[in-house]
């Protein structure tokens, strides 16, 4: 076994359990670029028992993310920024199920944007391929350390998979599918419930 196998696995094996780790605490860790923005965490019990987990979104700013917990797993919420939801045009021809025909997603996340109201982006944190915990990595172009074309996304650093502002998985990457898109619902305009499904009409 190579030396960068050996560190690779051993950075997707401390990512798991940073996972689980985050699933003991309440909240996974958000890299420092992004503004972190507490969430309603449920009682130990609830959160056991798989029960819908509410987060409040009225202070999340346009390109900030959140992270919950629900069932034990980081689910990000994003509120995407004019620019953020412009790039993903770009990135349609880049990805490997651009109109998320994979069923990742309840139906009515099933479109380019994934997701109920096209600014906010909810899924499950972790990545499709063994299960790390991806990284943020917002900046876009050559500031990103990623690509000079990089339109803004995650990477998974355990074995190079990349996904874009809605978690849709690029080709030709280790992971097989996108970004699991949880069941949620909004109960008006500043609060997600995650793990319930019935879309709210009008919220």
Not at 82 to 89: G, R
Not at 191 to 202: A, P, S
Request: with cysteine; glycine share 8%.
């Amino acid at each position: 076994m190579s030396s960068d196998k050996k560190v690779d696995d051993v950075d997707c094996g401390r990512r798991r359990l940073l996972v689980a780790t985050s699933a003991v605490g309440g909240v996974a860790g958000i890299a420092a670029a992004v503004p972190f923005v507490a969430s309603m965490l449920p009682s130990e019990r609830a959160k056991s028992a798989g029960a819908p987990v509410e987060a409040d979104v009225s202070k999340l700013q346009p390109g900030q993310m959140m992270t919950v917990e629900w069932r034990g797993k980081p689910v990000w919420i994003i509120h995407r920024s004019p620019e953020m939801l412009e790039s993903l045009k770009k990135t349609d021809a880049e990805v490997s199920d651009p109109k998320s025909e994979r069923p990742n997603q309840p139906d009515y996340a099933k479109n380019e944007m994934r997701s109920i109201k096209p600014e906010y982006m909810v899924v499950v944190g972790i990545c499709t391929h063994l299960g790390c915990s991806p990284s943020e990595k917002f900046k876009t172009g050559a500031e990103s350390g990623i690509d000079p074309a990089w339109q803004g996304g995650f990477l998974c650093p355990c074995h190079g998979s990349t996904f874009d502002l809605a978690g849709r998985v690029y080709k030709s990457k280790p992971a097989p599918d996108n970004l699991v898109v949880p069941p949620y619902k909004f109960v008006g305009d500043t609060k997600i419930v995650i793990g319930e499904d019935t879309e709210t009409k009008g919220a």
